[in-house]
Antibody
């Protein structure tokens, strides 16, 4: 059974770049027609989709974050990563990675990591 | 951008039926997915493609979608169903959209 695990610094300074990695275990990140996604959730608030990547490297981003987000994939390590630049306190959240299934403009996340908390503070 | 509207809270007595709505413009033309999130945990997919259940999700969970409203129905509610529930769609302009979430309280 596929499992996902987020990793990265729990504290990032304002204006710097947040970097997280999601490691996929129990299956190859390249197998099947999957996208891989990042979602975040500020404390006490709802879910916000950040973006997704296909193993070919094709990406889609949330329009509201697009200018600051880069998602990449390393198939040799069975990982995909998130970089969010110029962070502020508003980027403080629990960050989740997830596997994306679906097609024909009907995509959903069927497997999620446990999440990692990132705090933006000096 | 596409907006999904959920009631902030729904309360139900044990053994009764809970209905959580998700409103959106012509949402019936889209596929709606639902997630359950318990405190301190990651979301779990409970309904996809409007009404399909992933393996391991009880039959008590069902979904429907028509017009401007999608509904998650939980029959014979149990204390363990208490959680936040989020609807989600794919929109051609906004891409992935989540509803604001509904807190289900079991009285």
């Amino acid at each position: 059974q596929v499992q996902l695990q987020e990793s990265g610094p729990g504290l990032v300074k304002p204006s710097q770049t947040l970097s997280l990695t999601c490691t996929v275990s129990g299956g190859s990140i390249s197998s099947g027609s999957y996208y891989w996604s990042w979602i975040r959730q500020p404390a006490g608030k709802g879910l916000e989709w950040i973006g997704r990547i296909y193993t070919s490297g094709s990406t889609n981003y949330n329009p509201s974050l697009k200018s600051r987000v880069t998602i990449s994939v390393d198939t040799s390590k069975n990982q995909f990563s998130l970089k969010l630049s110029s962070v502020t306190a508003a980027d403080t959240a629990v960050y989740y990675c997830a596997r994306v299934l679906g097609g024909s403009y009907a995509y959903y996340m069927d497997v999620w990591g446990k999440g990692t908390t990132v705090t933006v503070s000096s | 951008s596409y907006v999904l509207t959920q009631p902030p809270s729904v309360s139900v007595a044990p053994g009764k039926t809970a209905r959580i709505t998700c409103g959106g413009n012509n949402i019936g033309s889209k596929s709606v997915h639902w997630y359950q999130q318990k405190p301190g945990q990651a979301p779990v997919l409970v309904i996809y493609y409007d009404s399909d259940r992933p393996s391991g999700i009880p039959e008590r969970f069902s979904g429907s979608n028509s017009g401007n409203t999608a509904t998650l129905t939980i029959s014979r509610v149990e204390a363990g169903d208490e959680a936040d529930y989020y609807c989600q769609v794919w929109d051609s302009s906004s891409l992935v959209v989540f509803g604001g979430g509904t807190k289900l309280t079991v009285l």
